[in-house]
């Protein structure tokens, strides 16, 4: 069956730009999360939406970054005024009741 | 500190050869800890989960210290296909998100 799907791939951006970046998680999966890979570190955690809701958002490094979830399938990652160090690859994933997180291939976002 | 540590290699090995990874974690209330592959460029994929009585997946031996708080990885018989970045990864209780470390790189050569 389909995976996790995220696009676009790849985004080049200004910096002050806003960006919006998608994630399709994988059919009845109820949990979805975002994460972000700089390079040479392992991904840290931004936000997880149990159906609709983000039951938890402590990892958003600021203001400039939102997430939705409006129907409960599809995911949006919002990012305001983007910066340089924004620059990474941002995963979603998502699972079904709390169980193994299924990565898709990710987006990678170069802000100049 | 970082809540998940390791050494991020690399670790040039032959095949053939047995490699072993470490990671510490900090959060003594982490319950449930995985290693994780991820191939250069591609998503990280689940490689297997570690439990306190150790378990075992073919080539591949976990093992978990919670007095310790550590996690190791025991990779037996080297393939060329086993070279990738291994992260070590744990879940805090009550929490669903996944802390990762920075990941060991191992290149396997022939």
């Known amino acids: 069956g389909a995976g996790v799907s995220q696009t676009p791939s790849n985004k080049v951006t200004e910096k002050g730009k806003y960006v919006e970046l998608r994630c399709d998680p994988i059919?009845?999966?109820?949990?979805l999360y975002w994460y972000r890979q700089s390079l040479g570190q392992g991904p840290e955690f931004l936000i997880y939406f149990q159906g609709t809701g983000a039951a938890d958002d402590s990892g958003l490094p600021n203001d400039r970054f939102f997430a939705v979830r409006p129907e409960g399938s599809v995911s949006t990652l919002k990012i305001q005024r983007t910066e340089r160090g924004d620059s990474a690859v941002y995963l979603c994933?998502?699972?079904?009741?709390?169980?193994?997180?299924?990565f898709g291939p990710g987006t990678r976002l170069t802000v100049l | 500190r970082k809540e998940v540590e390791q050494d991020p290699g690399p670790f040039n090995v032959p095949e053939g050869a047995t490699v072993a990874f470490n990671c510490t974690y900090s959060?003594?209330?982490?319950?449930?800890f995985f290693w994780y592959r991820q191939d250069c460029r591609k998503e990280p994929k689940l490689l297997m989960s570690v439990y306190s009585s150790g378990n075992e997946d073919g080539r591949f031996t976990a093992q978990l210290n919670r007095a310790s708080q550590y996690i190791s990885l025991l990779i037996r018989d080297s393939k060329l296909s086993d070279s990738a970045t291994y992260l070590c990864?744990?879940?805090?209780?009550?929490?669903?998100?996944?802390?990762f470390g920075t990941g060991t790189r191992l290149q396997v050569f022939p």
């Open positions: 059919s009845g999966h109820t949990a």
């Open positions: 959060n003594s209330a982490s319950q449930s």
């Open positions: 994933a998502s699972s079904l009741d709390r169980n193994e997180q299924f």
């Open positions: 990864v744990v879940i805090s209780y009550n929490t669903d998100k996944l802390i």
